[in-house]
Every structure is written in C-alpha cells, then in structure tokens.
C-alpha cells in the first residue's frame, strides 16, 4: 500500500465483500477524499474538490477551532450525563438562547435520527395522540418508525408505503404543485393539513402532530409559501397535536436571514430537531421542546442517551457556536446566497433548461426541466451536469422526487468566488451539451 493509502478500486471490491450492500457511492467515478479544509476536500491524488454539497462540516471541514475543542476534551475526559459536568449545561444554555420562548428545554443526542425519534415520543406523550401528519417527499431519519413517516423512503424503492398512522399532505411546492400563486399557496396547501388533522381526530382524538422540514431538502430544495406553517400550526394545535420543525439540514444560520429556517414563517414550533450541522461532523443532535412538553415526558422512565451530551461532543457543539457567531457566518450565508441566486437566475436566462432556481441564504435548488412550458422533469441533464462538474472538481448531487433537482448546501466557509466559480463552469458544462437527449 502506498502513502495515499488503498487504490479506490480496492476500496470498492473491500466494500462489496464486508459491508452491507445497501450503500450508495456518490458519482459515476467513485471518488476516494482523504483530507478536508473549509468548503474543499483532497483527494487521495492531492486534487481538491470545491464542496458544495455537505452541510454537516458546517463551519469548514476540520475547521481547527473546532478540531482542537474535540481533541482538548478528549484528551481529559469524555463520560456520560449521569456525572454533573460543565460542558453541558454551558451548552445547553447556549444553545437554548438561540431560540425563541419558550423553546427553554433541550436533550442532546447523536444524530438527526434520534433526535426526530425522541420528537415522535415527546409529541405521542404530551398529545397522548398517535397519528403524525408528514409532508410529502419528505426525510427525517434511519429508523423504522422515521421510515414510517418518511414519504421519501416509504415510497420510494424497497417501500412499503405509510401505515395507517401517517397521513401525508402534498408538498407546498409552487413551481410544480397544484397552487402556483406563492401569495395565495401558503394557506391554499396548509389546507390539506387541517383536512388531515381532522381525519386524525375523526373518530377519537388521535392526532400526535405535524412534523416538516423547515425548507424541504430530499423533496426538491422547496422553501415553504409565506403563511404555510402558520395556518398548519394553527390547524394541527386545534387539533390537539403539537408542531415539529425538523432543522436538521437548514438550521444554525444556513438560510442566512435567520439562525432557524422556522424563523421564515415566522412561527414558533413546539419541539425543534437538529443534527448534521451541530458538530460540524461529531456526531451530535439535539431536541428543543418547551417545559411543558419535557415535563409531560417526565412520567417515571429516564430518557438515557449513552453517548448524548457527553462532554467531547458539547465542547464540539459550543466551539460550532463560537465559530458561527465569530466568523459571522449566517450574515455570510445571507450575502453569499444572495449573489449566487442572482448568478444563477441570470444562469437560467440563457438556459431554458434551468426551469426553476430558488432557496435561502446556502440552501439553494436548481430544477432542470425539459422545457419550461411544460415543465416536465429534466434528470438526465441534472444528474449529466454533477457529473461533468465532478470532473470539473466541483461537487454537486442531485435530488427531488423526479431527481432533476440539483442541490446547492456548501460548508459555510463558501465564499463569492466559489459560487462564481460554480456557475461559470456550469454555464460551459450547459454551453457545451451534456449529451442528454430530450426524447426519453
Ligand atoms: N432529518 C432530515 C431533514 C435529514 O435530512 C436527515 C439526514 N439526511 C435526518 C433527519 C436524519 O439524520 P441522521 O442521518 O443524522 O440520522
């Protein structure tokens, strides 16, 4: 073996013998990275790739304030919450100040996963309901009741569809969905969520909650139409349910106005999920509730997190805050992602392909369409341009329910040359043909 460490070939041949087959790589040519810094990653060659793809390394791949936080508790101790420890409530009153009352009550965990678990829980007990009402498209994590309420994989190959519990609304898209006026589509589409609720309530009050993505993510890169959670609220609340914003991909400032993208629809959620970005790549969630709710849970059983909220992983969290607040990172969001969604919309002009561009601050999403009349979904030339971009050493995926959506969550540290850089090569990638014909 030499210093680069194993060949990719052999890396995929050790794959397919020892680990589960059901694992993805990303591109066609599987890239091997062996070291990041900031919005770039190395690969085993020394190549660097300009990321703009992985919004868990949040504040930059191995940001040093952060690597050194991890390594200095490391090196001291690491021990679990049945000890009483600085870090965590020093972190838990940070994190708890970032949100608005009464969201005053935080459990940390170790993943998007656990903490969406923990939310289903906290909802079930404080509503004593059951059913859950899920946005279309939607993904909240690995687990079999997360599947269930995951339209994203229920749905999707080797799915079983939802159970009886789920009721699933439409997606409150205003590009491709039944309500296209973005003034009138907020309310029009929360409509379908009083429906459900009343449904869920129809025979005996059953209804646990509503859970979103507060800018929805595998569905398409869809930010939600003004008004859309405060009548879903409203509805859903009426109802006896309680409000789960799922921030796991957009919060801690990547929609650049704000530091939670529930914060764009001007609502406060009952219980808040976080994770990918917390630990800027350590393992580490969290969910926000209210007391009231934390204190319907307290009914004797002890919520024990092995893991959670040990003193490696809040130095890690409390270092992530730093960095953020330190480098001004979600005002760089904001400027950042509004000089790439211009560029991008001048992009589109001289690309009909482009149907659709659109986001907050970091979060951005571009829909390629056959035509723009039509509108009918493009995937071969969005999963053609990540492609030829990788080539490009630019990283891109794409996604959506028709998978003609490329997505657009770099590491914060993404500056104003980076998205510049991205669009004048995608500008030559489209100039140059990506080989997809538009007759399949
Ligand atoms: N919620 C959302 C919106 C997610 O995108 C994800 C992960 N992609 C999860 C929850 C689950 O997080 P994890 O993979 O850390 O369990």
């Known amino acids: 073996m030499s210093d680069a460490g194993r060949s990719p070939e052999d890396i995929l ?10 694992l993805s790589v990303s591109y066609r040519r599987p890239l091997k990275m062996v070291r990041g810094e900031m919005q770039f990653l190395f690969d085993h060659t020394g190549q660097a790739y300009l990321d703009c793809v992985n919004n868990v390394c949040h504040v930059g791949h191995c940001h040093p304030k952060v690597v050194e936080a991890g390594q200095r508790q490391m090196a001291k101790l690491n021990t679990n919450t049945r000890y009483l420890h600085d870090s965590i409530v020093d972190y838990a009153t940070e994190l708890t100040s970032r949100f608005p009352d009464p969201l005053n009550v935080c459990y940390l965990v ?10 289903l829980r906290l909802a079930r007990t404080a509503s004593g309901g059951h059913d859950l ?4 498209g939607g993904y909240h994590g690995n687990t079999s009741a997360l599947v269930d309420i995951s339209p994203y994989k229920h749905d999707g190959p080797g799915g079983r569809g939802s159970p009886d519990w789920v009721h699933t609304v439409s997606m409150p898209d205003t590009y491709r969905g039944t309500h296209r006026d973005p003034s009138l589509a907020g309310p029009a589409y929360a409509r379908e969520v009083k429906d459900a609720a009343s449904i869920a309530t129809a025979d005996k009050p059953n209804l646990a909650g509503f859970i979103h993505e ?4 595998c569905g ?4 939600l139409p003004p008004g859309y959670l405060d009548a879903a609220y409203k509805a859903t609340r009426s109802a006896g349910g309680v409000c789960i914003a799922d921030e796991v991909q957009v919060g801690f400032g990547r929609v650049g106005e ?8 001007n609502v406060v959620p009952d219980i808040v999920t976080l994770g990918k970005p917390m630990g800027n790549g350590h393992p580490l969630g969290a969910v926000l509730t209210t007391r009231d709710i934390a204190r319907a849970f307290d009914n004797g059983m002890e919520y024990f997190n092995t893991f959670g909220g040990n003193p490696v992983s809040c130095a890690i969290g409390l270092a992530v805050l730093d960095v953020i607040e330190q480098e001004g990172l979600q005002e760089h969001a904001r400027t950042v992602g509004n000089h790439f969604m211009q560029g991008l919309r001048d992009l589109q002009i001289r690309h009909p392909g482009i149907g659709d561009v659109r ?10 369409v056959k035509d723009p009349a039509s509108r009918t979904p493009d995937a071969k030339t969005a999963g053609e341009v990540v492609e030829q971009m990788r080539d490009r050493h630019i990283l891109l995926s794409s996604d959506g ?3 003609n959506v490329i997505k657009i969550k770099p590491p914060m540290p993404f500056s104003v040359n980076d998205a510049d850089r991205v669009i004048a090569e995608m500008d030559d990638v489209l100039k140059k043909g990506t080989g997809s014909t538009h007759d399949s």
């Open 214 to 217: 507060s800018v929805l993510s």
């Open 110 to 119: 170790c993943s998007g996963s656990e903490a969406n678990e923990l939310a």
């Open 133 to 136: 009402i899920v946005v279309d």
């Open 220 to 223: 398409g890169q869809i930010p």
């Open 258 to 265: 704000w530091l939670w993208g529930f914060e764009l629809q």
């Open 359 to 368: 986001g907050h601050g970091l979060f951005l999403g571009i829909e390629f």
């Open 13 to 22: 041949a050790l794959r397919a013998q020892h680990l589960g087959p059901s």
């Open 401 to 403: 329910p028709y998978h």
